[in-house]
């Protein structure tokens, strides 16, 4: 897999996590200004990772594996425990 896929993928990663990690505010009674900036974040985000994974040579990213492409690897995957644990707290 090449690292611009991988670097995409991990920001729909976070989209996907973020837009959890909002549902469950929601649920949670917290609706706000915050809430509705948060949504359009993900949104953002979750449109360019998308967009960008349909083309990847044409946006503009890391093209070799470097510390920039693991930060975000990284990032995606500590958000993804979070918000996990999260939902686990929610669930439990």
């Not at 837009?19 to 809430?35: E, F, P, Q």
């Not at 998308?50 to 995957?77: E, F, N």
């Amino acid at each position: 897999m090449s690292p611009k896929r991988v670097y995409w993928s991990a920001f729909l990663v976070f989209g996907l996590c973020a837009a959890v990690d909002i549902a469950l505010d929601v649920s949670a009674g917290d609706v706000g200004i915050n809430t509705a900036a948060a949504a359009a974040g993900v949104v953002v985000v979750g449109y360019a990772s998308v967009v960008a994974l349909r083309d990847p040579d044409r946006a503009r990213v890391p093209s070799d594996w470097g510390p920039l492409v693991y930060l975000v690897i990284v990032g995606a995957a500590l958000y993804a425990f979070g918000v996990a644990l999260q939902l686990y707290s929610v669930v439990m």
